[in-house]
């Protein structure tokens, strides 16, 4: 945008339902990463949620086409949301590396979860690459390689 011939700041505004679904499909990955069966009560605990509203986020990730979800079934991941719920991860774990090993501060992890959810591709490459690529969070759990890790 120009404005009196100067270059106006773009703000972007990310919709709150945008980073609840995000949560949703980092928390089933997380548990699947762990080798668990995600199921509606391992979700609920780990977000801190009640079971009904699990359930009510499972209907619209399933209507979404993000997850499969049939009434008492495990949960699964599409390829769509297998996508989102890695690049949540990733994002997550990349922003601790850089407070704790670059920055040398305390890892705020609701500052994290507040980044996270804004993080572009590009960015989030640019980070890895300027991090040198690490393999490891500083909680000793896997990152998941980008295209700049290959």
């Known amino acids: 945008m120009q404005n009196n011939g100067k270059q106006e700041e773009e703000l972007y505004i990310g919709t709150a339902e945008s980073e609840h ?3 949703y499909l980092k928390a089933i990955w997380y548990i699947r990463e762990r080798g668990r069966e ?7 605990k780990l977000l801190n949620v009640t079971q009904p509203s ?7 990730l399933n209507n979404d086409n993000l997850v ?3 009434k008492g079934n495990v949960v699964e991941m599409t390829a769509k949301g297998e996508r ?5 991860i990733r994002n997550t774990r990349l922003l601790e590396v850089l407070m704790k090993d670059s920055l040398k501060i305390e890892i705020d992890e609701e500052m994290v979860c507040g980044i996270e959810h804004h993080m572009k591709t590009i960015f989030t490459d640019a980070l890895c690459t300027l991090l040198k690529h690490p393999r490891k969070c500083p909680h000793g759990h896997s990152i998941p390689m980008g295209k700049c890790c290959r």
């Open 21 to 23: 679904i995000e949560m």
């Open 38 to 44: 995600v199921k509606i009560r391992s979700i609920a």
């Open 54 to 60: 699990v359930v009510q986020m499972l209907h619209k």
């Open 68 to 70: 499969n979800y049939k």
């Open 84 to 88: 989102i719920g890695k690049q949540m």
